[in-house]
């Protein structure tokens, strides 16, 4: 099981985690993921002078996510991760 923790904190709230959130949520019913990947709010991550919105995947901290990265995220970093 690979968990995301996508930080809700107030910079990252701002700057877009909720449709983050929702993005990612549609990708992993895309990939048909239930199951295997945990998506997790999370509070600050003390990385709010990055840019975009601050997620552990795994790990690994990821910073300035945009929504429109995450298909490439996924294609690079999240079905990677799974395939193990
Ligand atoms: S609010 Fe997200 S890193 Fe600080």
């Known amino acids: ?3 995301v923790q996508i930080c809700v904190g107030s910079s990252c709230f701002l700057r877009g ?6 993005r990612m949520q549609e990708l992993v019913e895309a990939h ?10 999370s509070f ?4 709010c002078t990055k840019g ?3 997620m552990r995947l795994g790990d690994e901290l990821l910073t300035g996510i945009k929504c429109e990265e995450l298909p490439h995220l996924f294609e690079t970093k999240i079905l ?4 193990g």
């Not at 985690?17 to 929702?22: E, G, K, L, M, T």
């Not at 600050?44 to 990385?47: L, R, S, V």
């Open 1 to 3: 099981m690979l968990t």
């Open 17 to 22: 985690a909720p449709a983050v959130i929702n």
């Open 32 to 41: 048909q993921l239930a199951g295997r990947l945990t998506l997790k709010g």
């Open 44 to 47: 600050c991550m003390e990385q």
């Open 52 to 54: 975009g919105v601050t």
């Open 80 to 83: 990677p991760a799974l395939r």
